[in-house]
Structure formats: C-alpha cells, structure tokens
T-cell receptor, first 115, second 115 residues
Framework: NAGVTQTPKFRILKIGQSMTLQCTQD?????MYWYRQDPGMGLKLIYYSVGAGITDKGEVPNGYNVSRSTTEDFPLRLELAAPSQTSVYFCASSYADRGPGGELFFGEGSRLTVL | AQSVAQPEDQVNVAEGNPLTVKCTYS??????LFWYVQYPNRGLQFLLKYITGDNLVKGSYGFEAEFNKSQTSFHLKKPSALVSDSALYFCAVRDGQTGANNLFFGTGTRLTVIP
C-alpha cells in the first residue's frame, strides 16, 4: 500500500518555464489537497478537490492550476514559474466520509526551486 | 476566520523529561484539532486529533493532547521525551461550521530532545 505518491521529489526550473507536479493515491480517498510549505510559514492550501471533476481554490492559488479527472490523481500545474514559487509542495488526501474530522495523509513532498 | 498559533518556534527538553508543545486556535464554530509531526525531508504524519468527547486525546508514539475550550488551546504533551521525538510539530484546525475543505496549520514548533 503506497499511500500518497508525489513525483518528482526535486526539480529546478528557470523563470517562465512550466511543469506539472504529479500526485496519486491508492486509498480511494475522495478529498485531495495541494499545500506549499515555506520556512517559518507553516503550510498553505493551494487547491483542493472533493472528488473527480471538482476542484476549488485554497488560500494561495495564483500561479497554479489543477485538474481531477480520476479519484486517484491530482496533478498541480505551474504555468509560468516565478522565484516566489520556490517551495516544498505537499499533496494530501483524506476520507470524505469522515468529514471535517478526517485526518490528512501526506506525500513525501516535492522540492521546487525556480531560478 | 480560523487560525492557529504556535507561540514557540523551538522547544528544547532533556531526554526523559516531560514535554509540552503549545497551540492555541481561533474558529467560529466547533473546532476540529489535529497534531502532525514532520521528520527531516519527509511528509507530515498524523499524531492525534480532537473532534468531540473526552478533552484528553491519546495518539501515536505516546503523545497526548488536552483540549481546553475556555483557553482555546490544544497543547501536545508526552510524559517522557525520547531523542527520537526530535522533529517539527504542527498544530492544525478545521472549523466544523464552515466545512471540511481547509485545514489551517500553525507555523510549526521544532522540538529538540537533548540526550
């Protein structure tokens, strides 16, 4: 049972390049999330999804896009990379039937540097 | 608006001594409270949660937390610290009134257990 898997683990981008961070989970969770973690700032929600075909913005969505075509996959797209997007990105998922009491299961993270 | 405060960036404790990592929160409705731990270069791991019921919640690795509604606090505790407990700890809250979609994280407290 792999849980939440993120790829790549590390990536260096040049300003203006685009890339997609991949996230897949094998726990049949309906809810999926993308967070970014910056030093001393905790985690901030970028986008979330409550099921296939349904996505919504979190606290810091600017510069990012997501899609959710299947229950398992929730990729995060950076269209025009900027230095401000240098961060560690975490994908997470949770059980829908636990509602607000459901704990999140996190991937190992993807460290992105934009130069 | 919901928020979480972890007033201490760093907590140092001697091995074998009791440890406390502090957390206070602010929500409009009923709080759903969580503690996560992050080891270096890893994702966050769930430790414990409070949804309702007994104010003292027990979790993984011997950790427990006490929900105090009047003080709006949810401090993490352990009776006897281990060197292996050294990590970054995050408190998080969801507002039960607004729904399940965002888990707000504190800025984290780095716990160092000194041998």
């Amino acid at each position: 049972n792999a849980g939440v898997t993120q790829t790549p683990k590390f990536r260096i981008l040049k300003i203006g390049q685009s890339m997609t961070l991949q996230c897949t989970q094998d726990m049949n969770h309906n809810y999926m999330y993308w967070y970014r973690q910056d030093p001393g700032m905790g985690l901030k929600l970028i986008y979330y999804s409550v099921g296939a075909g349904i996505t919504d913005k979190g606290e810091v969505p600017n510069g990012y896009n997501v899609s959710r075509s299947t229950t398992e996959d929730f990729p995060l797209r950076l269209e025009l990379a900027a230095p401000s997007q240098t961060s560690v990105y975490f994908c997470a998922s949770s059980y829908a039937d636990r509602g607000p009491g459901g704990e999140l299961f996190f991937g190992e993270g993807s460290r992105l540097t934009v130069l | 608006a919901q928020s979480v405060a972890q007033p201490e960036d760093q907590v140092n404790v001697a091995e074998g001594n009791p440890l406390t990592v502090k957390c206070t929160y602010s929500v409009s409705g009923n709080p759903y409270l969580f503690w996560y731990v992050q080891y270096p270069n890893r994702g966050l791991q769930f430790l414990l949660k409070y949804i309702t019921g007994d104010n003292l919640v027990k979790g993984s690795y011997g950790f427990e937390a006490e929900f105090n509604k009047s003080q709006t606090s949810f401090h993490l505790k352990k009776p006897s610290a281990l060197v292996s407990d050294s990590a970054l700890y995050f408190c998080a809250v969801r507002d039960g009134q607004t729904g399940a979609n965002n888990l707000f994280f504190g800025t984290g407290t780095r716990l160092t257990v000194i041998p």
